[in-house]
Protein backbone atom coordinates (compact mmCIF):
# COMPACT_ATOMS: atom_id res chain seq x y z
CA UNK A 1 0.00 0.00 0.00
CA UNK A 2 2.65 2.46 0.98
CA UNK A 3 3.40 5.51 -1.48
CA UNK A 4 6.72 7.28 -0.28
CA UNK A 5 8.29 7.14 3.08
CA UNK A 6 6.31 6.56 5.72
CA UNK A 7 6.32 9.79 8.52
CA UNK A 8 4.67 9.71 11.49
CA UNK A 9 3.89 13.36 12.65
CA UNK A 10 2.40 14.19 16.72
CA UNK A 11 0.49 17.67 17.05
CA UNK A 12 -2.28 18.51 19.64
CA UNK A 13 -5.75 16.12 18.65
CA UNK A 14 -8.61 18.87 19.12
CA UNK A 15 -11.74 17.09 17.55
CA UNK A 16 -11.65 12.95 18.45
CA UNK A 17 -12.13 10.31 15.43
CA UNK A 18 -9.78 7.95 13.39
CA UNK A 19 -9.62 9.28 9.26
CA UNK A 20 -7.86 7.33 6.57
CA UNK A 21 -7.90 9.24 3.32
CA UNK A 22 -5.70 11.62 0.58
CA UNK A 23 -4.15 14.56 1.93
CA UNK A 24 -5.89 17.90 0.09
CA UNK A 25 -3.15 20.18 0.75
CA UNK A 26 -4.67 23.74 0.53
CA UNK A 27 -1.63 26.09 -0.09
CA UNK A 28 -2.35 29.26 1.35
CA UNK A 29 1.50 30.58 0.89
CA UNK A 30 1.77 34.14 -0.65
CA UNK A 31 2.37 33.81 -4.45
CA UNK A 32 5.95 35.95 -5.75
CA UNK A 33 5.22 38.38 -8.06
CA UNK A 34 7.12 39.29 -11.22
CA UNK A 35 7.82 42.78 -12.23
CA UNK A 36 7.65 43.08 -16.46
CA UNK A 37 7.63 46.17 -18.19
CA UNK A 38 5.49 46.22 -20.98
CA UNK A 39 5.35 47.89 -24.15
CA UNK A 40 2.89 50.69 -24.32
CA UNK A 41 0.48 49.10 -26.94
CA UNK A 42 0.66 46.01 -24.72
CA UNK A 43 -1.60 48.40 -22.14
CA UNK A 44 -4.69 47.76 -23.03
CA UNK A 45 -4.22 44.22 -23.31
CA UNK A 46 -2.65 44.08 -19.64
CA UNK A 47 -5.69 45.92 -18.36
CA UNK A 48 -8.08 43.56 -20.15
CA UNK A 49 -6.43 40.83 -18.38
CA UNK A 50 -6.51 41.86 -14.93
CA UNK A 51 -10.46 43.06 -15.62
CA UNK A 52 -10.90 39.06 -16.30
CA UNK A 53 -8.85 38.10 -13.48
CA UNK A 54 -11.25 40.11 -11.02
CA UNK A 55 -14.42 38.82 -12.97
CA UNK A 56 -13.32 35.35 -12.64
CA UNK A 57 -12.76 36.16 -9.13
CA UNK A 58 -16.24 37.86 -8.58
CA UNK A 59 -17.50 34.37 -10.53
CA UNK A 60 -15.47 32.36 -8.11
CA UNK A 61 -16.99 33.70 -5.02
CA UNK A 62 -20.62 33.90 -6.11
CA UNK A 63 -20.25 30.30 -7.10
CA UNK A 64 -18.62 29.25 -3.46
CA UNK A 65 -21.47 31.11 -1.69
CA UNK A 66 -23.69 29.72 -4.12
CA UNK A 67 -22.65 26.20 -2.96
CA UNK A 68 -22.82 26.72 0.85
CA UNK A 69 -24.90 24.29 2.16
CA UNK A 70 -27.73 25.60 4.08
CA UNK A 71 -26.70 24.83 7.21
CA UNK A 72 -23.61 27.37 6.57
CA UNK A 73 -25.37 30.27 4.54
CA UNK A 74 -25.30 32.23 7.72
CA UNK A 75 -21.72 32.39 7.26
CA UNK A 76 -22.18 34.01 3.64
CA UNK A 77 -21.50 37.53 4.63
CA UNK A 78 -17.84 36.53 4.81
CA UNK A 79 -17.95 36.49 1.23
CA UNK A 80 -20.15 39.08 0.59
CA UNK A 81 -17.41 41.24 1.81
CA UNK A 82 -14.74 39.46 -0.17
CA UNK A 83 -16.79 40.44 -3.31
CA UNK A 84 -17.23 44.11 -2.22
CA UNK A 85 -13.32 44.45 -2.14
CA UNK A 86 -13.20 43.54 -5.49
CA UNK A 87 -14.71 46.29 -6.42
CA UNK A 88 -12.90 48.86 -3.89
CA UNK A 89 -11.34 51.30 -6.22
CA UNK A 90 -8.16 51.60 -4.10
CA UNK A 91 -7.74 48.39 -5.57
CA UNK A 92 -9.67 48.41 -9.20
CA UNK A 93 -9.05 51.55 -10.08
CA UNK A 94 -5.99 52.11 -8.60
CA UNK A 95 -4.27 49.14 -10.33
CA UNK A 96 -5.78 50.22 -14.15
CA UNK A 97 -4.04 53.26 -13.24
CA UNK A 98 -0.56 51.84 -12.47
CA UNK A 99 -0.64 49.31 -15.07
CA UNK A 100 -1.17 52.82 -17.88
CA UNK A 101 0.82 55.18 -16.32
CA UNK A 102 3.79 53.16 -15.34
CA UNK A 103 3.91 50.33 -18.21
CA UNK A 104 3.87 47.51 -16.32
CA UNK A 105 2.74 43.90 -15.79
CA UNK A 106 -0.78 43.51 -13.86
CA UNK A 107 0.23 41.20 -11.31
CA UNK A 108 2.99 43.85 -10.20
CA UNK A 109 0.32 46.74 -10.55
CA UNK A 110 -2.09 44.87 -8.32
CA UNK A 111 0.83 44.16 -5.78
CA UNK A 112 2.00 47.88 -5.38
CA UNK A 113 -1.46 48.99 -5.09
CA UNK A 114 -2.14 46.12 -2.34
CA UNK A 115 1.59 47.69 -0.78
CA UNK A 116 -0.07 51.10 -1.08
CA UNK A 117 -3.65 50.23 0.74
CA UNK A 118 -2.30 48.40 3.89
CA UNK A 119 0.47 50.94 4.18
CA UNK A 120 -2.44 53.04 4.53
CA UNK A 121 -4.49 50.88 7.00
CA UNK A 122 -0.96 50.42 8.79
CA UNK A 123 -0.62 54.31 10.01
CA UNK A 124 -4.40 54.11 11.00
CA UNK A 125 -3.64 51.30 14.13
CA UNK A 126 -6.78 50.32 14.57
CA UNK A 127 -7.50 46.05 14.97
CA UNK A 128 -10.97 46.49 12.76
CA UNK A 129 -8.71 47.37 9.91
CA UNK A 130 -6.31 45.46 10.42
CA UNK A 131 -8.38 42.62 10.23
CA UNK A 132 -9.99 44.09 7.25
CA UNK A 133 -6.13 44.02 5.84
CA UNK A 134 -6.30 40.47 5.70
CA UNK A 135 -9.40 40.11 3.89
CA UNK A 136 -7.65 42.83 1.26
CA UNK A 137 -4.96 40.05 1.02
CA UNK A 138 -6.73 37.39 0.62
CA UNK A 139 -8.77 38.93 -2.44
CA UNK A 140 -5.62 40.07 -3.63
CA UNK A 141 -4.12 36.27 -3.74
CA UNK A 142 -7.34 35.51 -5.48
CA UNK A 143 -7.19 38.13 -8.26
CA UNK A 144 -3.06 37.10 -8.32
CA UNK A 145 -3.78 33.23 -8.72
CA UNK A 146 -6.21 34.04 -11.56
CA UNK A 147 -4.05 36.12 -13.26
CA UNK A 148 -1.16 33.63 -13.01
CA UNK A 149 -2.84 30.61 -13.86
CA UNK A 150 -2.79 28.94 -9.93
CA UNK A 151 -5.53 26.92 -9.03
CA UNK A 152 -7.47 28.66 -6.08
CA UNK A 153 -7.46 25.34 -3.96
CA UNK A 154 -10.86 26.37 -2.62
CA UNK A 155 -11.42 25.03 0.36
CA UNK A 156 -15.01 24.04 -0.50
CA UNK A 157 -13.41 22.70 -3.80
CA UNK A 158 -12.82 19.51 -3.09
CA UNK A 159 -12.92 16.57 -5.70
CA UNK A 160 -13.11 13.56 -3.81
CA UNK A 161 -13.23 12.63 -0.09
CA UNK A 162 -10.11 14.34 1.96
CA UNK A 163 -8.19 15.15 4.21
CA UNK A 164 -7.45 18.90 4.35
CA UNK A 165 -4.04 19.81 5.38
CA UNK A 166 -3.24 23.69 5.58
CA UNK A 167 -0.59 26.19 7.93
CA UNK A 168 -3.80 27.71 9.70
CA UNK A 169 -7.91 27.47 9.18
CA UNK A 170 -9.45 30.56 10.65
CA UNK A 171 -12.87 29.88 12.28
CA UNK A 172 -14.70 31.20 9.37
CA UNK A 173 -12.21 28.78 7.07
CA UNK A 174 -13.97 25.97 9.51
CA UNK A 175 -16.76 26.57 9.68
CA UNK A 176 -17.47 26.71 5.86
CA UNK A 177 -15.64 23.37 5.53
CA UNK A 178 -18.26 20.82 3.58
CA UNK A 179 -18.33 17.75 5.95
CA UNK A 180 -19.63 15.91 2.82
CA UNK A 181 -16.07 16.41 1.02
CA UNK A 182 -14.21 16.86 4.28
CA UNK A 183 -12.90 13.91 6.46
CA UNK A 184 -11.00 15.71 8.79
CA UNK A 185 -8.69 18.69 8.98
CA UNK A 186 -5.30 18.85 10.24
CA UNK A 187 -3.10 22.13 10.86
CA UNK A 188 0.57 23.46 11.36
CA UNK A 189 -0.92 25.64 13.82
CA UNK A 190 -3.36 26.51 16.09
CA UNK A 191 -4.08 24.68 19.69
CA UNK A 192 -6.93 22.49 21.44
CA UNK A 193 -8.99 25.80 22.94
CA UNK A 194 -8.55 27.86 19.79
CA UNK A 195 -12.35 28.41 18.39
CA UNK A 196 -11.12 26.75 15.38
CA UNK A 197 -10.97 23.53 17.55
CA UNK A 198 -14.14 24.07 19.34
CA UNK A 199 -16.16 24.32 15.39
CA UNK A 200 -14.24 21.06 14.17
CA UNK A 201 -15.67 19.52 17.40
CA UNK A 202 -19.00 20.95 16.44
CA UNK A 203 -18.93 19.93 13.09
CA UNK A 204 -17.86 16.30 14.24
CA UNK A 205 -14.68 16.32 11.99
CA UNK A 206 -11.63 14.99 13.27
CA UNK A 207 -8.35 17.74 13.73
CA UNK A 208 -5.11 18.00 15.37
CA UNK A 209 -3.63 21.38 15.32
CA UNK A 210 0.10 22.64 15.93
CA UNK A 211 2.54 19.65 13.81
CA UNK A 212 4.24 22.94 12.75
CA UNK A 213 5.55 21.60 9.96
CA UNK A 214 3.22 19.16 8.09
CA UNK A 215 2.50 20.92 5.38
CA UNK A 216 5.95 20.74 4.45
CA UNK A 217 6.10 17.02 5.40
CA UNK A 218 3.00 15.96 3.27
CA UNK A 219 2.26 15.91 -0.86
CA UNK A 220 -1.08 16.40 -2.08
CA UNK A 221 -2.81 12.78 -2.63
CA UNK A 222 -0.50 11.39 -0.19
CA UNK A 223 -2.18 8.99 2.04
CA UNK A 224 -2.61 10.01 5.64
CA UNK A 225 -3.88 8.03 8.85
CA UNK A 226 -5.70 10.77 10.94
CA UNK A 227 -6.37 10.29 14.51
CA UNK A 228 -7.97 13.06 16.30
CA UNK A 229 -7.99 10.43 19.69
CA UNK A 230 -4.16 10.86 20.36
CA UNK A 231 -2.98 13.33 17.54
CA UNK A 232 -1.01 11.23 15.58
CA UNK A 233 -0.62 11.42 11.98
CA UNK A 234 0.73 8.61 10.00
CA UNK A 235 1.71 9.76 6.36
CA UNK A 236 2.01 6.70 3.66
CA UNK A 237 1.25 4.60 6.11
CA UNK A 238 1.45 0.83 5.16
CA UNK A 239 -0.66 -1.89 5.69
CA UNK A 240 -0.08 -2.71 9.26
CA UNK A 241 -0.58 0.74 9.83
CA UNK A 242 -3.89 0.44 8.10
CA UNK A 243 -5.45 -2.88 9.69
CA UNK A 244 -4.64 -1.13 12.95
CA UNK A 245 -6.65 1.90 12.72
CA UNK A 246 -9.66 0.17 10.79
CA UNK A 247 -9.53 -1.92 13.22
CA UNK A 248 -9.13 0.29 15.75
CA UNK A 249 -12.06 2.46 13.88
CA UNK A 250 -14.39 -0.48 14.31
CA UNK A 251 -14.11 -0.88 18.33
CA UNK A 252 -14.33 2.77 18.97
CA UNK A 253 -17.64 2.83 16.51
CA UNK A 254 -19.12 -0.57 18.36
CA UNK A 255 -18.64 1.50 21.92
CA UNK A 256 -20.20 4.32 20.53
CA UNK A 257 -22.96 2.83 19.66
CA UNK A 258 -23.53 0.48 22.82
CA UNK A 259 -22.65 4.10 24.77
CA UNK A 260 -25.51 5.70 22.74
CA UNK A 261 -28.29 3.24 23.68
CA UNK A 262 -27.09 4.09 27.11
CA UNK A 263 -27.45 8.00 26.42
CA UNK A 264 -31.17 8.99 28.26
CA UNK A 265 -30.07 6.88 31.47
CA UNK A 266 -29.18 9.39 34.17
CA UNK A 267 -25.49 9.68 35.75
CA UNK A 268 -25.92 8.47 39.11
CA UNK A 269 -22.74 7.02 40.71
CA UNK A 270 -22.50 3.39 41.95
CA UNK A 271 -22.79 5.01 45.71
CA UNK A 272 -26.05 6.98 44.85
CA UNK A 273 -24.37 10.23 43.49
CA UNK A 274 -26.59 11.93 40.65
CA UNK A 275 -24.51 14.50 38.58
CA UNK A 276 -26.24 16.37 35.82
CA UNK A 277 -24.86 16.68 32.87
CA UNK A 278 -25.10 19.12 30.44
CA UNK A 279 -23.84 19.81 26.94
CA UNK A 280 -21.57 23.34 25.90
CA UNK A 281 -23.22 24.29 22.79
CA UNK A 282 -21.73 27.05 19.62
CA UNK A 283 -24.87 26.92 17.28
CA UNK A 284 -28.99 26.70 17.52
CA UNK A 285 -28.61 23.98 15.06
CA UNK A 286 -26.85 21.95 17.44
CA UNK A 287 -29.48 21.84 19.99
CA UNK A 288 -31.76 19.59 18.32
CA UNK A 289 -29.41 16.74 18.71
CA UNK A 290 -28.23 17.13 22.59
CA UNK A 291 -31.27 15.29 24.39
CA UNK A 292 -30.87 12.13 22.44
CA UNK A 293 -26.96 12.83 23.54
CA UNK A 294 -28.33 12.63 26.35
CA UNK A 295 -28.03 16.19 27.54
CA UNK A 296 -29.87 17.30 30.55
CA UNK A 297 -29.54 21.32 29.17
CA UNK A 298 -27.03 23.37 28.07
CA UNK A 299 -24.78 24.54 30.73
CA UNK A 300 -22.74 26.77 28.06
CA UNK A 301 -24.30 28.75 25.06
CA UNK A 302 -21.46 30.37 23.59
CA UNK A 303 -23.00 33.23 21.97
CA UNK A 304 -20.09 34.52 20.62
CA UNK A 305 -20.61 32.48 16.96
CA UNK A 306 -24.17 34.61 16.51
CA UNK A 307 -22.26 37.70 16.16
CA UNK A 308 -19.42 36.57 13.70
CA UNK A 309 -21.99 34.73 11.63
CA UNK A 310 -23.23 38.11 11.19
CA UNK A 311 -22.52 41.19 9.33
CA UNK A 312 -22.49 43.69 11.52
CA UNK A 313 -24.52 43.24 15.02
CA UNK A 314 -27.53 40.93 15.55
CA UNK A 315 -30.68 42.62 16.51
CA UNK A 316 -32.76 42.32 19.66
CA UNK A 317 -35.42 40.14 17.91
CA UNK A 318 -32.42 37.87 16.21
CA UNK A 319 -31.09 37.18 19.73
CA UNK A 320 -34.04 36.58 21.18
CA UNK A 321 -35.60 33.91 18.31
CA UNK A 322 -32.85 32.09 18.64
CA UNK A 323 -33.01 32.24 22.27
CA UNK A 324 -36.49 31.01 22.98
CA UNK A 325 -35.79 28.21 20.23
CA UNK A 326 -33.41 26.98 22.68
CA UNK A 327 -35.45 27.00 25.89
CA UNK A 328 -38.12 25.81 24.61
CA UNK A 329 -36.52 22.68 22.64
CA UNK A 330 -34.78 22.26 25.65
CA UNK A 331 -37.20 22.68 28.59
CA UNK A 332 -37.61 22.55 31.37
CA UNK A 333 -33.55 21.72 31.80
CA UNK A 334 -31.80 24.44 31.95
CA UNK A 335 -30.49 26.86 29.06
CA UNK A 336 -27.95 28.98 30.41
CA UNK A 337 -26.80 31.67 28.21
CA UNK A 338 -23.23 33.04 28.29
CA UNK A 339 -23.22 36.75 27.29
CA UNK A 340 -20.86 38.00 24.39
CA UNK A 341 -17.57 37.10 25.18
CA UNK A 342 -15.02 38.76 22.34
CA UNK A 343 -11.82 39.86 22.09
CA UNK A 344 -8.70 38.07 23.26
CA UNK A 345 -8.56 35.35 20.67
CA UNK A 346 -12.26 35.66 19.56
CA UNK A 347 -13.16 37.84 16.66
CA UNK A 348 -11.25 40.52 17.72
CA UNK A 349 -10.96 42.83 15.00
CA UNK A 350 -14.85 42.48 14.12
CA UNK A 351 -15.79 44.70 17.34
CA UNK A 352 -13.07 46.00 18.86
CA UNK A 353 -11.78 49.60 17.77
CA UNK A 354 -8.48 49.84 20.38
CA UNK A 355 -5.18 48.36 19.75
CA UNK A 356 -3.75 46.18 22.06
CA UNK A 357 -0.74 44.38 22.48
CA UNK A 358 -1.91 41.46 25.56
CA UNK A 359 -5.18 41.19 23.64
CA UNK A 360 -6.18 37.95 26.28
CA UNK A 361 -5.61 40.27 29.01
CA UNK A 362 -7.47 43.32 27.29
CA UNK A 363 -11.18 44.43 26.31
CA UNK A 364 -12.72 41.21 26.56
CA UNK A 365 -15.93 39.71 27.79
CA UNK A 366 -17.58 41.47 30.15
CA UNK A 367 -15.26 44.00 30.10
CA UNK A 368 -16.23 45.11 26.30
CA UNK A 369 -19.65 44.29 26.92
CA UNK A 370 -20.15 47.41 29.76
CA UNK A 371 -18.07 49.70 27.83
CA UNK A 372 -20.56 48.81 24.82
CA UNK A 373 -23.59 49.02 26.92
CA UNK A 374 -26.12 49.17 23.90
CA UNK A 375 -24.38 46.11 22.71
CA UNK A 376 -25.11 44.45 26.22
CA UNK A 377 -28.34 45.60 26.92
CA UNK A 378 -29.62 44.37 23.36
CA UNK A 379 -27.93 40.84 24.30
CA UNK A 380 -29.34 40.91 28.36
CA UNK A 381 -33.35 41.47 27.04
CA UNK A 382 -33.20 39.01 24.67
CA UNK A 383 -31.88 36.81 27.30
CA UNK A 384 -34.60 37.97 29.41
CA UNK A 385 -37.78 38.03 26.65
CA UNK A 386 -36.71 34.18 26.71
CA UNK A 387 -36.61 33.59 29.82
CA UNK A 388 -41.30 33.51 29.27
CA UNK A 389 -40.28 30.03 27.43
CA UNK A 390 -38.11 27.68 29.31
CA UNK A 391 -35.63 27.74 31.72
CA UNK A 392 -33.29 30.30 30.22
CA UNK A 393 -30.31 31.68 32.79
CA UNK A 394 -27.97 34.41 32.47
CA UNK A 395 -23.92 33.59 32.81
CA UNK A 396 -21.56 36.60 33.03
CA UNK A 397 -17.68 35.62 31.03
CA UNK A 398 -14.32 36.33 32.45
CA UNK A 399 -15.79 38.28 36.06
CA UNK A 400 -12.47 39.85 38.12
CA UNK A 401 -14.49 41.90 40.37
CA UNK A 402 -18.05 42.37 42.39
CA UNK A 403 -17.80 45.61 40.74
CA UNK A 404 -18.27 44.24 37.00
CA UNK A 405 -21.34 41.81 39.05
CA UNK A 406 -23.03 44.80 40.63
CA UNK A 407 -22.62 46.75 37.25
CA UNK A 408 -23.92 43.90 35.38
CA UNK A 409 -26.91 43.12 37.97
CA UNK A 410 -27.82 47.10 38.17
CA UNK A 411 -28.61 46.81 33.78
CA UNK A 412 -30.21 43.41 34.63
CA UNK A 413 -32.73 45.12 37.20
CA UNK A 414 -32.83 48.33 34.66
CA UNK A 415 -34.10 45.84 31.49
CA UNK A 416 -36.73 44.50 33.90
CA UNK A 417 -37.94 47.75 34.58
CA UNK A 418 -37.88 48.10 30.83
CA UNK A 419 -39.54 45.15 30.41
CA UNK A 420 -42.62 45.66 32.84
CA UNK A 421 -43.16 49.29 31.16
CA UNK A 422 -43.43 47.40 27.93
CA UNK A 423 -45.79 44.73 28.63
CA UNK A 424 -43.43 42.18 28.05
CA UNK A 425 -43.35 38.73 29.20
CA UNK A 426 -40.08 37.35 31.10
CA UNK A 427 -39.05 35.28 34.20
CA UNK A 428 -38.60 37.88 36.97
CA UNK A 429 -36.39 35.04 39.17
CA UNK A 430 -34.26 34.59 36.12
CA UNK A 431 -31.40 33.15 37.28
CA UNK A 432 -28.00 35.19 36.72
CA UNK A 433 -24.22 33.05 37.23
CA UNK A 434 -20.66 33.96 36.39
CA UNK A 435 -17.99 31.96 35.40
CA UNK A 436 -14.91 32.02 37.08
CA UNK A 437 -12.53 31.62 34.81
CA UNK A 438 -9.72 34.70 36.08
CA UNK A 439 -7.56 33.30 39.47
CA UNK A 440 -8.79 37.34 41.42
CA UNK A 441 -12.58 35.43 41.04
CA UNK A 442 -11.58 32.08 42.62
CA UNK A 443 -9.78 34.15 45.41
CA UNK A 444 -12.81 36.49 45.72
CA UNK A 445 -15.04 33.46 45.35
CA UNK A 446 -16.99 34.08 48.95
CA UNK A 447 -17.77 38.04 47.93
CA UNK A 448 -19.00 37.15 44.85
CA UNK A 449 -21.19 34.39 45.88
CA UNK A 450 -23.32 37.49 47.98
CA UNK A 451 -24.20 39.23 44.28
CA UNK A 452 -25.09 35.76 42.23
CA UNK A 453 -27.53 32.63 41.81
CA UNK A 454 -24.06 30.15 40.24
CA UNK A 455 -20.53 29.73 39.61
CA UNK A 456 -19.60 27.78 36.53
CA UNK A 457 -15.64 27.14 35.99
CA UNK A 458 -14.59 27.88 33.16
CA UNK A 459 -11.18 26.09 33.10
CA UNK A 460 -9.86 26.95 29.74
CA UNK A 461 -9.36 30.29 30.70
CA UNK A 462 -8.90 29.42 34.15
CA UNK A 463 -5.75 27.58 32.91
CA UNK A 464 -4.64 30.45 30.56
CA UNK A 465 -4.59 33.18 33.11
CA UNK A 466 -3.36 31.20 36.35
CA UNK A 467 -0.72 29.20 34.18
CA UNK A 468 -0.25 32.31 32.41
CA UNK A 469 -0.36 30.29 29.14
CA UNK A 470 -1.69 32.37 25.72
CA UNK A 471 -4.55 29.15 24.80
CA UNK A 472 -3.60 29.46 20.91
CA UNK A 473 0.36 29.64 21.28
CA UNK A 474 1.60 26.29 20.32
CA UNK A 475 4.84 27.02 22.06
CA UNK A 476 3.58 27.09 25.39
CA UNK A 477 0.44 24.57 24.27
CA UNK A 478 2.44 21.36 26.19
CA UNK A 479 2.35 23.12 29.55
CA UNK A 480 -1.59 23.76 29.15
CA UNK A 481 -2.41 21.09 31.86
CA UNK A 482 -5.71 20.44 34.01
CA UNK A 483 -3.80 18.18 36.46
CA UNK A 484 -1.68 21.15 37.85
CA UNK A 485 -2.26 21.57 41.43
CA UNK A 486 -2.88 24.69 41.39
CA UNK A 487 -6.06 24.20 39.39
CA UNK A 488 -7.01 21.00 41.57
CA UNK A 489 -7.00 23.47 44.78
CA UNK A 490 -8.99 25.98 43.15
CA UNK A 491 -11.67 23.94 42.06
CA UNK A 492 -11.57 22.40 45.12
CA UNK A 493 -11.92 25.81 46.80
CA UNK A 494 -14.52 27.16 44.53
CA UNK A 495 -16.66 23.98 45.65
CA UNK A 496 -16.27 25.09 49.17
CA UNK A 497 -17.31 27.91 48.75
CA UNK A 498 -20.27 27.19 46.39
CA UNK A 499 -21.30 24.71 49.69
CA UNK A 500 -20.64 27.15 52.46
CA UNK A 501 -22.90 30.14 50.17
CA UNK A 502 -25.32 27.74 48.88
CA UNK A 503 -25.39 28.36 45.55
CA UNK A 504 -24.75 25.89 43.00
CA UNK A 505 -21.87 25.03 41.09
CA UNK A 506 -20.99 23.40 37.95
CA UNK A 507 -17.91 23.19 35.52
CA UNK A 508 -17.99 24.35 32.04
CA UNK A 509 -14.61 23.87 30.60
CA UNK A 510 -13.06 21.25 28.57
CA UNK A 511 -11.53 19.27 31.79
CA UNK A 512 -15.97 18.71 32.37
CA UNK A 513 -16.00 16.49 29.24
CA UNK A 514 -12.17 14.60 30.16
CA UNK A 515 -12.67 11.30 31.46
CA UNK A 516 -9.50 11.44 33.70
CA UNK A 517 -10.92 14.59 35.39
CA UNK A 518 -13.97 13.68 35.81
CA UNK A 519 -13.86 10.90 38.61
CA UNK A 520 -11.70 13.93 40.33
CA UNK A 521 -14.30 17.02 39.89
CA UNK A 522 -17.00 14.43 41.11
CA UNK A 523 -14.80 13.20 44.08
CA UNK A 524 -14.50 16.94 44.84
CA UNK A 525 -17.87 17.28 45.38
CA UNK A 526 -19.45 18.75 41.41
CA UNK A 527 -22.29 17.88 40.84
CA UNK A 528 -23.01 19.32 37.44
CA UNK A 529 -20.50 19.32 34.07
CA UNK A 530 -21.05 20.53 31.25
CA UNK A 531 -19.10 19.35 27.93
CA UNK A 532 -18.50 18.58 24.52
CA UNK A 533 -22.14 16.76 23.37
CA UNK A 534 -20.11 13.81 21.78
CA UNK A 535 -18.66 12.79 24.35
CA UNK A 536 -22.10 13.11 27.51
CA UNK A 537 -22.78 9.60 26.54
CA UNK A 538 -19.58 8.30 27.25
CA UNK A 539 -19.04 10.42 30.66
CA UNK A 540 -22.53 9.23 31.68
CA UNK A 541 -21.40 5.80 31.50
CA UNK A 542 -18.45 6.38 32.90
CA UNK A 543 -20.34 8.01 36.30
CA UNK A 544 -22.30 5.37 36.21
CA UNK A 545 -19.18 2.70 36.98
CA UNK A 546 -17.47 5.29 39.69
CA UNK A 547 -18.09 5.48 43.37
CA UNK A 548 -17.23 8.49 44.93
CA UNK A 549 -16.38 6.52 48.62
CA UNK A 550 -14.09 4.35 46.92
CA UNK A 551 -12.39 7.08 45.50
CA UNK A 552 -12.92 9.49 48.43
CA UNK A 553 -10.16 7.56 49.91
CA UNK A 554 -7.36 8.84 47.30
CA UNK A 555 -7.94 12.34 47.23
CA UNK A 556 -5.87 13.41 50.27
CA UNK A 557 -3.19 11.68 48.63
CA UNK A 558 -4.01 13.43 44.91
CA UNK A 559 -4.45 16.59 46.59
CA UNK A 560 -0.86 16.19 47.75
CA UNK A 561 0.85 15.32 44.97
CA UNK A 562 3.50 17.85 44.04
CA UNK A 563 3.21 17.42 39.72
CA UNK A 564 0.78 17.53 37.96
CA UNK A 565 2.16 14.33 36.39
CA UNK A 566 1.61 12.26 39.40
CA UNK A 567 -2.21 13.26 39.41
CA UNK A 568 -2.57 12.38 35.71
CA UNK A 569 -0.99 9.06 36.37
CA UNK A 570 -2.63 8.19 39.86
CA UNK A 571 -5.88 8.84 38.11
CA UNK A 572 -4.71 6.66 34.91
CA UNK A 573 -4.28 3.56 37.39
CA UNK A 574 -7.25 4.03 39.51
CA UNK A 575 -9.52 4.42 36.38
CA UNK A 576 -7.82 1.25 34.53
CA UNK A 577 -9.09 -0.91 37.45
CA UNK A 578 -12.48 0.59 38.06
CA UNK A 579 -13.02 1.51 35.08
CA UNK A 580 -11.67 -0.75 31.83
CA UNK A 581 -13.17 1.12 28.95
CA UNK A 582 -11.47 4.36 29.92
CA UNK A 583 -8.67 3.94 27.43
CA UNK A 584 -11.74 3.76 24.34
CA UNK A 585 -13.12 6.27 25.96
CA UNK A 586 -9.88 9.00 26.58
CA UNK A 587 -8.70 8.27 23.22
CA UNK A 588 -12.80 9.04 22.23
CA UNK A 589 -11.60 12.11 24.21
CA UNK A 590 -8.70 13.46 22.94
CA UNK A 591 -6.28 12.23 25.70
CA UNK A 592 -2.62 12.60 24.29
CA UNK A 593 -1.46 8.91 23.23
C1 LIG B 1 -13.63 28.45 29.54
O1 LIG B 1 -12.88 29.42 29.50
O2 LIG B 1 -13.37 27.40 30.19
C2 LIG B 1 -14.91 28.46 28.81
C3 LIG B 1 -15.79 27.51 29.01
O3 LIG B 1 -15.15 29.42 27.91
P1 LIG B 1 -14.41 29.62 26.48
O4 LIG B 1 -13.67 28.37 26.16
O5 LIG B 1 -15.49 29.94 25.50
O6 LIG B 1 -13.53 30.79 26.76
MG1 LIG C 1 -13.64 31.30 28.88
Not at 389 to 407: A, F, H, K
Request: net charge neutral; proline share 4%; aromatic share 6%.
Amino acid sequence: MSVGKRIELKGIPVSPGIIIGKAHIIDRSKIKVPLRKIDKKDVPYEIERFKKAVETAKNQLSELKDRLPDRLKEHAFILDSHMMILNDSMLYDATINRIKEKEINAEWALKESFEEIKNLFSQIEDPYISERINDVENVVQRILRNLMGHTQNEIFDIGEKSIVVAQDLSPADTAGLDAKKVMGFITDGGGITSHTAILARALELPAIMGLCHATNQIEDGNILIVDGDTGKVIVNPDDDDILYYRDKRAQRERLRSFVLKEANKPAITLDGHRIRVMANTEFLNEIYGLKELGAEGIGLYRTEFQYLSHSGIPTEEELFKEYKKAAQVMAPDPVIIRTLDIGGDKFKGEFSQINETNPALGLRAIRFCLKNIHIFRSQLKAILMASAYGNVQIMLPLISSVDEVLEANKIINDIKRELNKENIAYNPDTKVGIILEVPSSVMIADLLAHHVDFFSIGTNDLIQYTLAIDRTNKEVAYLYDPFHPSIIRMIKEIIKRGKEYKIPVSICGEMAGDPLCVPLLITLGMRQLSMNPRIIPFIKKLIRSISVKELKKDVKKILSFNTSEEIRSYMLVSMKELFPEIDAIGDYFYMQG
